[in-house]
């Protein structure tokens, strides 16, 4: 048996045992043979060596995002057991430290209530790295994942940094149809229902009364994928959301709206597509005939990724061997 101690100084114990002790069980299930004992400041662990190695590691790094960034989500420790995981026995701390902070990430922005967002996990952190180097982006994965969450925030960084002039967030309006005619109201309640979500986002990053006036200057623009086609995106960050229910026809429609110093992010989660039957999804086939283009990416997220409640994870993997049985 191997014993350690940590002390936490100046942080919150609650910030890294979590409200109820929340982030200290998930780490008493995961080394279900090592006790983690929390007196004031200190955390003594006692247990089998290996694994009084890898909570310390998960501690300390917990402690540095602490510093960093005030917060600790129990999605971010679920990341921290993911990748205490995959470090080889042996490995040093310092190599360790090192794959923490190059999968966890940095800082992406601040929201304006001072909140750090930062790409919380491994497939997060793929989509941040990608958009640095590349003009278009595919980011491809489950419910959950934070696909749309954190091409949203990219958009909204590039903005104020003034990388580009304008966001142009669109999706398909599949569930009405892409003809929104014969629904009443006008345009904006028509299409409002379908591009709820990314209103969502932007409320959490942008204050009220700024968002507001972004959107009425047509600086920032939300729009069903059917209002792009016939222009050219010069300046623009634009995310297309929901691209599996993108036909074909519309993939290479949106795709080449891309102008001059413009980047986009496509998302989508090829399970959840809502298209009719035998009408074959953009995102799918987009994956074969781009492929190797310079300049152009894919990120591929997964379970381990999910971001929501614990259970969304678990439901995509019943799902997941659901349709593996069926094959």
């Known amino acids: 048996m191997t014993e350690e101690t940590i002390f936490i100084d100046k942080i919150e114990p609650i910030t890294i045992l979590g409200l109820g002790d929340e982030h200290l069980q998930q780490l008493d299930r995961a080394f279900a043979s090592t006790k983690i004992t929390v007196r004031g400041n200190r955390i003594k662990i006692l247990g089998p060596q ?13 402690i540095r995002m602490a510093q960093k960034k005030n917060n600790i989500h129990s999605s971010d420790v679920r990341t921290l057991l993911a990748l205490a995981n ?3 026995p042996g490995k040093t701390s310092t190599k360790k430290t090192l794959l923490f902070e190059n999968e966890i990430g940095d800082i992406i922005l601040h929201t304006h209530t001072g909140e750090a967002i930062t790409a919380k996990t491994p497939g997060q ?9 590349n003009d278009i982006l595919f980011a491809i994965g489950p ?43 006008d345009l904006k309640e028509k299409i409002d229902p379908y591009l709820r979500p990314l209103y969502d986002s932007l ?31 010069n300046n623009a960050f634009v995310i297309l959301d929901e691209a599996q229910n993108a036909t074909n026809i519309q993939m290479k429609m949106f795709l080449t709206r891309i102008g001059f110093n413009s980047r986009a992010i496509i998302t989508g989660d090829i399970t959840q597509t809502d298209l009719p039957h035998k009408t074959q999804s953009g995102l799918i086939s987009i994956q074969k005939i ?8 894919f990120v591929y997220l997964d379970q381990n990724d999910v971001v929501r409640h614990k259970l969304v994870r678990d439901i995509i ?6 349709e593996m049985n069926k094959k």
């Open 50 to 62: 290996n694994e009084v190695s890898s909570v310390l590691d998960i501690l300390k790094e917990m």
């Open 86 to 88: 995959r470090v080889e």
């Open 290 to 297: 781009l492929q190797n283009i310079e300049g152009i990416s």
């Open 143 to 185: 419910a959950g994942t934070g696909k749309t969450y954190t091409s949203v925030a990219l958009a909204v960084r590039a903005l104020k940094e003034r990388r580009v002039k304008k966001i142009i967030l669109a999706r398909p309006a599949v569930e009405a149809g892409e003809n929104l005619g014969f629904l009443p109201g």
């Open 125 to 133: 952190r793929n989509i941040v790295k990608a958009s640095e180097h």
């Open 203 to 233: 409320e959490e990053m942008i204050e009220f009364d700024k968002l507001e006036f972004l959107l009425a200057k047509n600086v920032i623009e939300i729009a069903p994928l059917a209002y792009m086609r016939g222009r050219t995106l």
């Open 317 to 322: 993997e019943a799902y997941e061997k659901f």
